[in-house]
C-alpha cells in the first residue's frame, strides 16, 4: 500500500509570492491534516480535512489556507510569502480522522523564500 | 489548551544500551492519547509507540517502551539495546479523546545520537 505523498519535495520562492503544495493520502483515508515544522517553533498544526470539509485549523493567518477534492487529496496554499514561511510542511492522513486512529506522515515538502 | 514540554533537546547513547528520552504535558482532561514519533533525517515522521491514558499499563513495542506517570503528566520512552537505525528526532506528542479533536500537539523534539 503506498504511504503519504507529498509533492513536491523542495520548493525555492521568493517573497511576495504564493505557492500550493500538495497532498495524497493512503487510499482509503479520508482525513488529512497538516503541519508546519519550524527550527523554532517545532511542529505546529494548521488545519484538517475530511470529506471535502475542513473541520479544525490551527493559528495561522488567513494567508495560510487549504482544500481537500472529492478523491480525499488535499492542497494547502500560502499567499503573500514571507521570510518566516520557510519551513517543512508536513502532511498526515487516517481513515477518519478519528483520535483512537494513527496519523500517517509523508515525507514534507521543504519551502524555503528567499 | 494543552502543551508538551521535552527537557532534553539532544542525547547521546551507546550502540546496544539503554536510553530513555523524557516528556512531560499539562491538560486538565481525563481521557487522551500519548505518542512517540520518530523523525530520521529522511523527515517521515513514523509513529514509534502510543499509550492510551485511561490504561494503566504501559505500551511496548519490541524494544521500545514507555514509562507513563498520569498523576505526574509525564510519559518516557525507553530505547532498549540501541541500534545505530534509532539514531533520530524523537517527539513527544498529545490528542485529545473523542470527537471534535483532531490534532497533535508536539513537542519540541529530542535528537539522539547513537555511539558506534
Known amino acids: 500500500k503506498a504511504g503519504v505523498t507529498q509533492t513536491p519535495r523542495y520548493l525555492i520562492k521568493t517573497r511576495g509570492q504564493q505557492v500550493t503544495l500538495s497532498c495524497s493520502p493512503i487510499?482509503?483515508?479520508?482525513?488529512v491534516s497538516w503541519y508546519q515544522q519550524t527550527p523554532g517553533q517545532g511542529l505546529q498544526f494548521l488545519f484538517e480535512?475530511?470529506?471535502?470539509?475542513?473541520?479544525n485549523k490551527g493559528n495561522f493567518p488567513g494567508r495560510f489556507s487549504g482544500r481537500q477534492f472529492s478523491n480525499s487529496r488535499s492542497e494547502m496554499n500560502v499567499s503573500t510569502l514571507e521570510l518566516g514561511d520557510s519551513a517543512l510542511y508536513l502532511c498526515?492522513?487516517?481513515?477518519?480522522?478519528?483520535?483512537?486512529?494513527?496519523?500517517?506522515f509523508g515525507d514534507g515538502t521543504r519551502l524555503s523564500i528567499l | 489548551a494543552q502543551t508538551v514540554t521535552q527537557s532534553q533537546p539532544e542525547m547521546s547513547v551507546q550502540e546496544a544500551e539503554t536510553v530513555t528520552l523524557s516528556c512531560t504535558y499539562d491538560?486538565?482532561?481525563?481521557?487522551?492519547?500519548l505518542f512517540w514519533y520518530k523523525q530520521p533525517p529522511s523527515r517521515q515522521m513514523i509513529l514509534v509507540i502510543r499509550q492510551e491514558a485511561y490504561k494503566q499499563q504501559n505500551a511496548t513495542e519490541n524494544r521500545f517502551s514507555v514509562n507513563f506517570q498520569k498523576a505526574a503528566k509525564s510519559f518516557s520512552l525507553k530505547i532498549s539495546d540501541s541500534q545505530l537505525g534509532d539514531a533520530a528526532m524523537y517527539f513527544c506528542?498529545?490528542?485529545?479523546?473523542?470527537?471534535?479533536?483532531?490534532?497533535?500537539?508536539f513537542g519540541k523534539g529530542t535528537k539522539l545520537s547513537v555511539i558506534p
Open positions: 491538560t486538565s482532561e481525563s481521557d487522551y492519547y
Open positions: 498526515a492522513s487516517s481513515l477518519t480522522g478519528q483520535s483512537n486512529q494513527p496519523q500517517h
Open positions: 506528542a498529545y490528542r485529545s479523546y473523542g470527537a471534535g479533536s483532531y490534532q497533535l500537539t
Open positions: 480535512y475530511f470529506s471535502e470539509t475542513q473541520r
Open positions: 487510499s482509503g483515508h479520508r482525513s
